[in-house]
């Protein structure tokens, strides 16, 4: 069934006389782009097949009375509290989605521009209409302040249908879509807070935002960011910590510290997925198996089950199974009796001894060799060993917990993996995604490694450039949360109290995807270009009489004519159209997201038109 065209809501006003009303947030600048119509021409309807877009985001039409409803049972089944956490979790991933719409789709847009976006989305999507009454963000600093009017608040009126007047704010959803939004823009937290509400009995809602370093109590904020109470915002730096200075070394400091090297950070979909499964398996003895990439967080998950277990105050050890030789795996698991071998000269405990009543952590255990997984698998049957050296079991009560980055069922298949053994481990498995796949926690992870190193090197922070954020955040991060940690570890050092830049992060043969590399070339010198940039430059070079750049269109479109001279095919408008597409999805290399950009058209326009064209 051939796919249904997308019709453009400010299309439709054209086309019947009407306009879109900018909501009164044009005061300022009226003709910035994106401006409210240029945010219309993003939002299309596909009604043949039941889809809504924004720009390459699908988007749902639903019933403010239905919300209301989710709402009510929400509030009534967990309480006040929970609910409030879901939704301000849940306008969250709403903000920074559409954080990440403008970024891609207005590039070059300057920082008022597109944070005035962001009010503007939140009316056309149809929340609340946003006036802003003054904001104001420094680059330098990276401190953002701004004070904005609600009128109309959906959440706010589903709130008075439900209970009547309440004596506290209620637009938690809208709140969060406010921090997600400037929050992932700005690349460090920004804490919006309502201080006045329509569900309270005033005549609209006012909201005031910070950076979160200049509210003194924004944990109770962050409170509700965070699915799991062992879960860290990781975001709160003060200006004492930034300015830290070098060499102290206070026991309060070296608390903070370990607070933010064992804290979990995040807040996406993913994340909250895997907590939640955390946070169902602690209380048990189950054995868990933590799988994914390397560089994801295995290690720090398995030692949060720890904490939060019923074993936290007894040892939790771990080792690396990839990093013992054979010869000694079976040593450093259960021990040595003294005079086993050559140079045992006294008996010495292995790791399940010292982990009894605990945890023990085994990672990458998928490099264990055959004969070492068939004396591990006897240990988790019998809950005993022996020493190397010794006839003489020992029992241990010990939770194991594995971490590897192979898929343990094809290892099995091709017979590298036990399958007892795998079945063993299998028992509570979870997995951890790529960084890449839980964008929406990049902004909290920058800025908690931001004021980890800061701190622990004694350097003053102030937080990254522009275009730093814009690379981070579209980074495909092949290494993960360990590279992010080691590129913001790197940067603190370099930068020395600046804000951290592509020059101080990107030194080591990082290849930043093409996006963002043409991104950066806007307005900017000495910066690289990528591969749809690099090609556009070449074909320039080969066919110089055909740049648009020096010759009228009318030139370009006779020496294009001259060319299809031979072909069957005449160059009527359409056929111009479809060879244009073609050219750019040719020189983007299939990524139609950029081809759009090339042709300064949305994605959804694009394949619009291609459909058209093919049809």
């Given amino acids: 069934m051939p796919s249904s065209p997308r019709i453009s809501l400010a299309e439709m006003a054209r086309h019947q006389g009407g306009g879109l009303s900018s909501a009164g947030t044009d005061r300022w600048s009226v003709d910035a782009h994106p401006t409210l119509a240029d945010l219309s021409e993003c939002l299309f309807f596909s009604p043949g097949d039941g889809r809504i877009w924004l720009n390459d985001q699908r988007m749902l039409l639903i019933h403010s009375r239905s919300m209301g409803t989710l709402r009510r049972e929400l509030i009534d089944k967990l309480g006040i509290d929970q609910a409030r956490g879901l939704l301000t979790r849940a306008g969250y991933i709403s903000g920074a989605r559409d954080a990440q719409l403008v970024r891609e789709r207005w590039p070059d847009a300057d920082p008022s521009t597109i944070l005035m976006a962001g009010t503007r989305l939140h009316t056309l999507e149809g929340l609340v209409k946003v006036v802003p009454v003054s904001f104001s963000y420094d680059p330098e600093t990276g401190r953002y302040e701004g004070e ?111 607070d933010l090297v064992t804290a979990l950070v995040g807040t996406s979909s993913a994340f909250n997925a895997a907590c939640h499964l955390l946070n169902r398996v602690a209380a048990t003895d189950a054995t868990v198996l933590f799988t994914g990439e390397s560089g994801v967080g295995k290690e720090r998950f398995a030692r949060m089950l720890h904490q939060i277990g019923k074993r936290a105050k007894r040892a939790c050890i771990a080792i690396n199974c990839a990093a013992i030789p054979e010869t000694l795996i079976e040593a450093e698991l259960f021990g040595v009796e003294r005079g086993a071998y050559t140079g045992a000269t006294q008996s010495r405990a292995g790791r399940f001894e010292l982990a009894d009543g605990g945890t023990l952590f085994l990672d990458e255990v998928g490099t264990l060799s055959l004969v070492a997984q068939g004396k591990l698998l006897r240990v988790l049957q019998e809950g005993e060993f022996e020493r190397v050296g010794s006839a003489r079991p020992v029992k241990v009560d010990v939770r194991v917990v594995a971490a590897t980055n192979e898929d343990l069922a094809q290892a099995v298949r091709e017979g590298r993996f036990r399958q007892d053994l795998f079945f063993r481990l299998n028992v509570f498995p979870i997995h951890l995604p790529p960084l890449r796949e839980r964008r929406d926690d990049i902004p909290l992870l920058m800025n908690h490694f931001l004021k980890l190193y800061g701190q622990r090197h004694g350097i003053a922070v102030r937080g990254f450039t522009q275009r730093a954020i814009q690379a981070l955040l579209n980074y495909s991060f092949p290494g993960n949360i360990r590279e992010l940690q080691n590129l913001i570890e790197r940067g603190v050092i370099l930068a020395q109290g600046h804000p951290l830049d592509l020059p101080h992060m990107f030194i080591s043969g990082e290849r930043l995807n093409d996006e963002v590399l043409s991104l950066a070339l806007q307005g900017e010198t000495g910066m690289l270009a990528g591969k749809s940039v690099e090609k556009s430059e070449e074909k320039s070079v080969a066919h110089p009489t055909a740049s648009p750049a020096t010759q009228g269109l009318l030139d370009v479109l006779r020496q294009w004519r001259q060319q299809a001279a031979g072909e069957a095919a005449a160059l009527t408008l359409p056929e111009m159209e479809r060879r244009l597409i073609a050219e750019a999805i040719e020189r983007a290399e299939g990524n139609l997201s950029a081809a759009a950009r090339l042709l300064g058209i949305s994605r959804a326009q694009l394949a619009y038109r291609q459909q058209k064209g093919q049809g």
């Fill in 148 to 258: 904005f009017l609600w009128h109309n608040s959906c959440e706010a009126d589903e709130h008075l249908a439900a209970y009547g007047v309440a004596t506290a704010p209620t637009c938690w959803q809208q709140v969060g879509y406010a921090i997600g939004y400037v929050s992932t823009l700005l690349g460090h937290l920004v804490i919006f807070r309502e201080v006045q509400c329509r569900a309270m009995g005033t005549a609209h809602c006012r909201v005031i935002g910070r950076s979160a370093e200049l509210w003194s109590d924004a944990e109770e904020d962050l409170r509700y960011l965070n699915a799991q109470d062992f879960v860290g915002s990781g975001m709160l730096a003060s200006e004492a910590d930034a300015t830290a200075e070098a060499g102290a070394q206070g026991a309060g400091e070296q608390d903070d510290e370990t």
